[in-house]
């Protein structure tokens, strides 16, 4: 048997692998684009077929395409989407302007399998049936179908993106229970503070992640808007009617997730903002992460140098040269992640604005880039919570050691002693190395009932002012 078979298309013969169900257009894209070496993620790949699925069924519905054909694409679209032929898409990601090359791809390996259902082999020299673009994208362009890929593959993993990260908030809200009686320093411009519990501290980590997925939320609710059915620039030229309508409503029973018409097809194939602003979100909630992660690192920084107020549980040796060192290795990890994606914002962010007139012609990098955002965010904060977050453990002789220290204690008694008299305490302790409570008692400022019951460390992390205390007893 040949190595390959020979495809016809506007531009002439091509040489193609004998046992690829793609084509020609797409062997021209595997010669002309070898960049990466990657492949197109799993949710541009299910997008782009789903939709394929949705416009057979439809067309089928509509009366515009033969019955046998149809349901031999549909057939080959449930397959793929299943998860078989995964192999035969092939086009880099740095591909042709606009996705022609990725949606070609489908339109072949659909077209090529539902020809292989009607009886028809790969090799074989007869006419075949169903015709890539005459039929598999019958009513579509590359301009109207990559466009609803990036929304649809976005909404894909939507869910697994917020369960993951709810998942770490649930993971830092169960910390903040388990240490709120840890009562330790606060900390503000890396200097001494009021007090603070750990478990505020902790807590208002969950929720930052709580209100960055409320902005995902807010932003996936843009990508919802579905511009199939505009076709090559938002006129529907080539589709029926009411193609636009039924599509929306097929792909949202196909898929399971809630889509809407758009109300003006040709900002949403010229506009590329609402997959910025869900980028962005995500980006959002990257930086939050790294904030977080930053502060573990710095609480568990030494132990016998640094903070040292949560210990981590050891994952893996720390160094190569010091023996017995470990490292918070799983907070330096998602650092890298969240640096990663907020690269990827970036080039989504500087695609979308080269936008011209009816078309973007850089939607590949955006697919890519999104989709890859979301895997990688994934992946990291998963990792985060199950081997460093659920095993972080309190050390709260250290934390309540530096609390003893922190001459900032006397901000309780700001209204009792005023600022002034509060500050050169602070400077006294700090340069006698001795308790505030004893100088203040020493200057006349209060008695030691009176000090001792203003500076209770953990009434001050309940807010308001010392009841009951006045200057000179």
């Given at each position: 048997m040949s190595e390959f078979r020979i495809e016809k298309d506007s531009l002439g013969e091509v040489q193609v692998p004998a046992s690829a169900y793609y084509g020609a257009q797409t062997q021209r894209a595997?010669?002309?684009?070898?960049?990466?070496?990657?492949?197109?993620?799993?949710?541009?790949?299910?997008?782009?077929?789903m939709i394929k699925r949705a416009a057979a069924e439809v067309h089928l519905d509509l009366g515009m395409m033969d019955e046998k054909m149809a349901r031999a694409i549909m057939q080959a679209a449930d397959e793929i989407?299943?998860?078989?032929?995964?192999d035969h898409f092939v086009v880099d990601p740095f591909q042709a302007g606009a996705g022609t090359s990725h949606n070609m791809n489908a339109n072949e390996v659909i077209a090529n399998r539902a020809n292989e259902i009607l009886g028809f082999s790969l090799t074989s020299s007869e006419k075949k049936p169903v015709n890539p673009n005459d039929h598999v994208n019958m009513a579509q362009s590359t301009n109207d179908t990559i466009p609803t890929a990036i929304r649809?593959?976005?909404l894909w993993r939507f869910e697994e993106l917020v369960g993951t990260l709810q998942a770490c908030s649930d993971a830092f809200n169960a910390k903040a229970a388990e240490w709120d009686n840890v009562v330790k320093?606060?900390?503000t411009h890396l200097?001494?503070?009021?007090p603070i519990r750990l478990g505020q501290e902790v807590g208002?980590?969950?929720?930052?992640i709580e209100r960055d997925i409320e902005k995902l939320r807010m932003a996936a609710d843009g990508l919802r808007r579905m511009p199939i059915g505009g076709t090559a620039n938002g006129t529907g030229l080539n589709a029926h009617s009411e193609y636009h309508g039924r599509m929306v409503k097929k792909l949202t029973q196909l898929s399971g997730i809630p889509l809407h018409e758009s109300d003006n097809l040709f900002e949403s194939m010229q506009?590329?903002?609402?997959?910025?602003?869900?980028?962005?979100?995500?980006?959002?909630?990257?930086?939050?992460?790294?904030r977080i992660a930053n502060d573990i690192r710095l609480l568990a920084s030494g132990p016998t140098t640094g903070l040292d107020e949560i210990r981590l549980k050891p994952v893996q040796p720390g160094s190569s040269i010091m023996p017995g060192k470990v490292n918070p290795v799983l907070a330096e990890m998602l650092n890298m992640a969240m640096f990663h994606i907020i690269g990827n914002d970036t080039t989504v962010l500087l695609a979308a604005q080269a936008g011209q007139l009816e078309l973007n012609v850089m939607m590949p990098i955006i697919a890519h880039n999104l989709f890859e955002m979301e895997h990688v965010m994934i992946g990291a904060v998963k990792a985060f919570t199950e081997y460093c977050v659920v095993d972080m453990s309190a050390n709260t002789e250290k934390a309540t050691g530096w609390l003893a220290k922190n001459p900032i204690l006397v901000t309780a008694l700001n209204p009792v002693i005023g600022y002034q008299n509060g500050a050169e305490v602070a400077k006294q302790s700090l340069k006698e190395n001795r308790?505030?409570?004893?100088?203040?008692?020493?200057?006349?400022?209060?008695t030691r009932a009176e000090v001792e019951k203003a500076l209770d460390a953990r009434a001050m992390t309940e807010g308001g002012i010392i009841e009951g205390v006045k200057a000179g007893g």
């Amino acid at each position: 048997m040949s190595e390959f078979r020979i495809e016809k298309d506007s531009l002439g013969e091509v040489q193609v692998p004998a046992s690829a169900y793609y084509g020609a257009q797409t062997q021209r894209a595997v010669i002309n684009f070898p960049v990466s070496g990657m492949r197109p993620y799993p949710a541009f790949v299910w997008a782009q077929v789903m939709i394929k699925r949705a416009a057979a069924e439809v067309h089928l519905d509509l009366g515009m395409m033969d019955e046998k054909m149809a349901r031999a694409i549909m057939q080959a679209a449930d397959e793929i989407l299943a998860g078989q032929h995964r192999d035969h898409f092939v086009v880099d990601p740095f591909q042709a302007g606009a996705g022609t090359s990725h949606n070609m791809n489908a339109n072949e390996v659909i077209a090529n399998r539902a020809n292989e259902i009607l009886g028809f082999s790969l090799t074989s020299s007869e006419k075949k049936p169903v015709n890539p673009n005459d039929h598999v994208n019958m009513a579509q362009s590359t301009n109207d179908t990559i466009p609803t890929a990036i929304r649809l593959g976005a909404l894909w993993r939507f869910e697994e993106l917020v369960g993951t990260l709810q998942a770490c908030s649930d993971a830092f809200n169960a910390k903040a229970a388990e240490w709120d009686n840890v009562v330790k320093s606060g900390r503000t411009h890396l200097q001494d503070a009021v007090p603070i519990r750990l478990g505020q501290e902790v807590g208002g980590w969950a929720k930052a992640i709580e209100r960055d997925i409320e902005k995902l939320r807010m932003a996936a609710d843009g990508l919802r808007r579905m511009p199939i059915g505009g076709t090559a620039n938002g006129t529907g030229l080539n589709a029926h009617s009411e193609y636009h309508g039924r599509m929306v409503k097929k792909l949202t029973q196909l898929s399971g997730i809630p889509l809407h018409e758009s109300d003006n097809l040709f900002e949403s194939m010229q506009s590329m903002a609402d997959a910025t602003f869900f980028s962005s979100a995500i980006r959002t909630t990257a930086q939050d992460l790294i904030r977080i992660a930053n502060d573990i690192r710095l609480l568990a920084s030494g132990p016998t140098t640094g903070l040292d107020e949560i210990r981590l549980k050891p994952v893996q040796p720390g160094s190569s040269i010091m023996p017995g060192k470990v490292n918070p290795v799983l907070a330096e990890m998602l650092n890298m992640a969240m640096f990663h994606i907020i690269g990827n914002d970036t080039t989504v962010l500087l695609a979308a604005q080269a936008g011209q007139l009816e078309l973007n012609v850089m939607m590949p990098i955006i697919a890519h880039n999104l989709f890859e955002m979301e895997h990688v965010m994934i992946g990291a904060v998963k990792a985060f919570t199950e081997y460093c977050v659920v095993d972080m453990s309190a050390n709260t002789e250290k934390a309540t050691g530096w609390l003893a220290k922190n001459p900032i204690l006397v901000t309780a008694l700001n209204p009792v002693i005023g600022y002034q008299n509060g500050a050169e305490v602070a400077k006294q302790s700090l340069k006698e190395n001795r308790p505030i409570a004893d100088i203040v008692v020493e200057r006349g400022l209060m008695t030691r009932a009176e000090v001792e019951k203003a500076l209770d460390a953990r009434a001050m992390t309940e807010g308001g002012i010392i009841e009951g205390v006045k200057a000179g007893g």
